[in-house]
T-cell receptor, first 112, second 115 residues
Framework: AQRVTQPEKLLSVFKGAPVELKCNYSYSGSPELFWYVQYSRQRLQLLLRHISRESIKGFTADLNKGETSFHLKKPFAQEEDSAMYYC??????????????FGQGTILTVHP | DVKVTQSSRYLVKRTGEKVFLECVQD?????MFWYRQDPGLGLRLIYFSYDVKMKEKGDIPEGYSVSREKKERFSLILESASTNQTSMYLC??????????????FGEGSRLTVL
């Protein structure tokens, strides 16, 4: 069975401070990892995927297979980053019809 | 731009009532999903469908059923609503097969309260 764990329900930082949202996973196969974000009164949307190795809105995330982690990082947080963040996993084998397993979510609040 | 539309944003129902939650997508996606979103529990998959009339159980299917009669429409049914089904329900769709990048396109959600 696959499992995604986000240990922090709430995370508060001040504007300009670095931020790291933790994500750990448990999966025996070859996983693909994602971060999704939900801003206030908006739809849940994809932020970034590990396979793209991209930086979106200043956020990056590196897949660490040894530690089974996919932490989301940003060096300088902005107030507009305040949102709910979900880490998600899918089987890279292609038999799962694209379904994702999500973590519990972390609410990030960036104070002015 | 992909649009996933959930017909009801807010519903209030009584215990034992039958509840229908409707979801329509306009991008010809094969895959459609129903998740429920609860604080501290995240998103949990109820059912998904990869084709018309096809359905697969997710992680928490008990108390729910689904219907996919047309490609663009995926309905979630609560045969006899109970208070523990009070939740936010999210519908999503995604592209099929090799074009599937892992991105799910979500609706705005349907907040169901069962009294």
């Amino acid at each position: 069975a696959q499992r995604v764990t986000q240990p922090e329900k709430l995370l508060s930082v001040f504007k300009g401070a670095p931020v790291e949202l933790k994500c750990n996973y448990s999966y025996s196969g070859s996983p693909e990892l994602f971060w999704y974000v939900q801003y206030s009164r908006q739809r849940l949307q994809l932020l970034l995927r590990h396979i793209s190795r991209e930086s979106i809105k200043g956020f990056t995330a590196d897949l660490n297979k040894g530690e089974t982690s996919f932490h989301l990082k940003k060096p300088f947080a902005q107030e507009e980053d305040s949102a709910m963040y979900y880490c998600a996993l899918r089987d890279a084998g292609g038999t799962s019809y694209g379904k994702l397993t999500f973590g519990q979510g972390t609410i990030l609040t960036v104070h002015p | 731009d992909v649009k996933v539309t959930q017909s009801s944003r807010y519903l209030v129902k009584r215990t034992g009532e039958k509840v229908f939650l409707e979801c329509v997508q306009d991008m010809d996606h094969e895959n459609m999903f129903w998740y429920r979103q609860d604080p501290g529990l995240g998103l949990r998959l109820i059912y998904f469908s990869y084709d018309v009339k096809m359905k697969e159980k997710g992680d928490i299917p008990e108390g729910y059923s689904v219907s996919r009669e047309k490609k663009e429409r995926f309905s979630l049914i609560l045969e006899s609503a109970s208070t523990n089904q009070t939740s936010m329900y999210l519908c999503a769709s995604s592209r099929p097969g090799l074009t599937n990048t892992g991105e799910l396109f979500f609706g705005e959600g349907s907040r169901l309260t069962v009294l």
